[in-house]
Every structure is written in C-alpha cells, then in structure tokens.
C-alpha cells in the first residue's frame, strides 16, 4: 500500500504535484491557508484536506512543504511530527535550517520546476544523513511520476535551481524573441509561435532521444557558408555563452541572498 502523502501549499506549484501524486496511486491530503484555493483544489481532485497542519500529521505518512520561503518559517514552527520524512520544495531553505527545528525529521530537498504540470519536470533533490534508502527511493519515485529527477549534493542545488528551476523562463523567453522576429519578418504571430515551440519540441527530442550532443546537432544544422551559419556567427558575436553564463550566475547569487534574508 502506498503511503499518504500530505501536501501543504496547494499554489500552482502545489497542486501540479498533487496531480502527479494522484496520476501514480499515492493518496493525497491537501492544506492551504487560503480557504478558497483549498476548496477550489480539494474539489478538482477530490481530495481530503484538513484545517491545520497538526492534523495532517496524524493523518499523513510524508509531509512535503509547498510553500513559498517567505512563508516557511511560519508552516515550519506548526509542524510537530519531527520522526516522519518531510520534503521541502522551498528555494534557499537548507537541510540544516529544517533540522535546526526538527531535529529527528528525515528531510529531503527538492527543486522542482514548473514543468511538473505537463509530466515534464526536471527535477534534484539532496537528502539530510538520516534518510533511509526507502525514503530515497520514495522520494524518487514521486518526483520522477512528474518527469525526471537526480540526486545531487546540496551544494549543487543553487546550480541546479538556475538552470532547471528557472530554466523554463529562460527557455520561454527565446520563444518569445523568435515568435516576435518572425512576426516582424511577415509571418503571423500564431504561426511564428508554433514554429518556435514545435522547433524547440524536436530539438529536445533529438538531444535526448537519439543521442545527439548538441555540439553534433548544431555540426548537422551549420552548414558551411550556410544561413545557420550567419546566425551562429552573430549569437557568437554576441557572446552567447558568456549571457547564458552571467544568467546562470546571477540567479545563483540571488538565490543565495534570499537564504540570507535579503
């Protein structure tokens, strides 16, 4: 028999791993301090919630905190139940911070990212020392009935967070700068959209399905003097990999300013 998994923080975030959760046969209990989004969210899936967190906890096996970091601190001082395995998908809140509270909690980390909602998410997590291998192997199989995920050390997770966790805006925004150029190149918006998406969809596809390395595919697309290869020649004129670098390290360093309070 699976285990209950009891899922506080029904935000958007929230309820797509409770959607994940339902899809694999995990019976799930929801709470939400907002009483409308709870009633909204229980109501979609047909779920049991409960009026506080003290009693999920008699009620729940696995508790993961979906909440927002400006709001841990207070879901974290109601939690109690410090023997059951708790996992957090709360950006820049440290393994040790959670211990620091309860201290015989077996605590997981996770960085999801938005993709979860379509099946697709890439996803790592980091275990406290007292973690059993059952809870690791419960922990991914949760994870990966939203998509993928990998075991990483947490000093990895600000890395991780900026490429996976944010990665989506990154990669959306490029969608945007194509779908806007071929809008201005005559070709409509709807189309120029689609053309980008289902671009992106098969270039994905490609890299990991067929074992292309992106340095193969962008090989097989450029052909000498070619038109792809006057587009390179400006991405590098640019400095690409220096951008996509500087973004990286800027979300990086603010994640690490939200652990410090700033």
């Known amino acids: 028999m699976k285990k209950t998994i009891g899922v506080i923080g ?7 791993l409770i959607s994940s959760l339902l899809k694999a046969g995990y019976p799930v209990i929801c709470f939400e301090k907002d009483p409308e989004r709870l009633d909204f969210v229980k109501k979609k899936h047909g779920i049991e919630s409960t009026n506080s967190i003290r009693e999920m906890e008699s009620k729940a096996d696995v508790l993961l905190l979906a909440v927002k970091p400006q709001d841990f601190g207070v879901v974290l001082s109601e939690v109690v139940a410090t023997r059951k395995l708790i996992i957090s998908i709360a950006a820049g809140i440290m393994l040790q911070d959670i211990q620091k509270k309860l201290k015989d909690a077996r605590v997981v980390r996770v960085m999801p ?14 275990c406290a020392g ?5 809870d690791k192997a419960l922990v991914k199989n949760i994870l990966d009935s939203a998509g993928k995920s990998y ?21 959306a925004e490029f969608v945007r ?32 399905g067929s074992g292309f390395k992106a340095e193969e595919l962008i090989n097989m697309v450029c052909s000498p003097n070619g038109t792809t290869m006057e587009g390179m020649k400006v991405l590098e004129k640019a ?20 652990r410090k309070g700033k």
Request: charged share 20%.
């Open 151 to 171: 075991k990483i050390d947490e000093a990895q997770m600000d890395a991780l967070s900026a490429i996976s966790g944010s990665g989506p805006a990154f990669f």
């Open 177 to 208: 700068s194509f779908t806007e150029a071929g809008e201005k190149n005559g070709i409509s918006k709807e189309l120029a959209a689609d053309l980008a998406v289902q671009t992106m969809l098969g270039t994905a596809k490609m890299l990991s």
């Open 10 to 16: 029904c935000g958007k975030m929230g309820e797509a």
């Open 130 to 134: 007292n973690v059993a291998d059952e």
């Open 113 to 126: 990212n938005v993709a979860c909602t379509v099946g697709e998410m890439a996803a790592g997590y980091c």
């Open 239 to 258: 400095g690409i990999e220096r951008i996509i670098s500087d973004v990286v390290s800027a979300t990086m360093n603010r994640s690490r300013e939200i």
